[in-house]
């Protein structure tokens, strides 16, 4: 599977959006682009996942871009809550999710 | 609450032991899959069960191995443990045989100390 490259760390105020950043520029036509996150002490948990076109769920909005070599997570608005570690990931051929380093939110009242 | 149950929370042993971890998938799923988080090496796929049968294998040591059920429950067993092997490890299960187009769901985890 392609590789993704993330930001460390990001911190955002609670209540405003948050846009993490993946860079993915290794991407093929046929990976899925998933993100995970993981509050403190808790396991993975997903959170959208999609292959082209852009993607909201009741948690957040994946926004893709055009020649799919970079994608955002989009937190509307940012709970106290929301702070943890955000995965980016792609899938393919790969049966299982390859969890890098993410990008760690904090959120800040 | 995603579903999958994991037992025990945690696990204290001595090194040279062997323990087994236990995970029940969430009701329907047939994949269930394996990791290992430690703080050097973050989260490591260990392996995945489909439907009883093995399907996939990542970074799992010779003494670690594992095993899916008839119910689809899932043991992982760690033998000859070392002091390396005190981490978090986690289950996570799917409806099909793989992560690609689908979510999978994770469990709370077996946080398991060798002193």
Redesign the interface.
Same mark, same amino acid.
């Given at each position: 599977d392609a590789k993704t490259t993330q930001p460390n760390s990001m911190e955002s105020n609670e209540e405003e959006p948050v846009h993490l950043p993946c860079n993915h520029s290794t991407i093929s036509g046929t990976d899925y682009i998933h993100w995970y996150r993981q509050l403190p002490s808790q396991g993975p948990e997903y959170v959208i996942h999609g292959l082209t076109s852009n993607v909201n769920n009741r948690m957040a909005s994946l926004a893709i871009a055009e020649d799919r070599k970079s994608s955002t997570l989009i937190l509307h608005r940012a709970t106290l809550r929301d702070a943890a570690v955000y995965y980016c990931i792609l899938l393919n051929s790969g049966y299982a999710l390859n969890f890098g380093k993410g990008t760690s939110l904090l959120v800040t009242p | 609450d995603?579903g999958?149950t994991q037992t025990p929370k945690h696990l204290i042993t001595a090194t040279g032991q062997r323990v087994t971890l236990r995970c029940s998938p969430r009701s329907g799923d047939l994949s269930v899959?394996w990791?290992q988080q430690s703080l050097d090496q @973050?989260? =490591? +796929?260990l392996i995945?069960y489909y439907n009883g049968e093995e399907? *996939?294998k990542?970074n799992i040591l010779e003494r670690f191995s594992a095993q899916q059920f008839p119910d689809l429950h899932s043991e992982l067993n760690l033998s000859s443990l070392e002091l390396g092997d005190s981490a978090l490890y !986690?289950c *996570?299960s799917s409806v099909g @045989? @793989?992560?690609?187009?689908t979510?999978? +769901? !994770? @469990? =709370?985890?077996t946080r398991l100390t060798v002193v």
């Open positions: - | 995603s999958v899959y990791y @973050g989260l =490591q +796929f995945q399907r *996939a990542g !986690f *996570a @045989g @793989g992560q690609r187009n979510e999978a +769901f !994770f @469990g =709370q985890g």
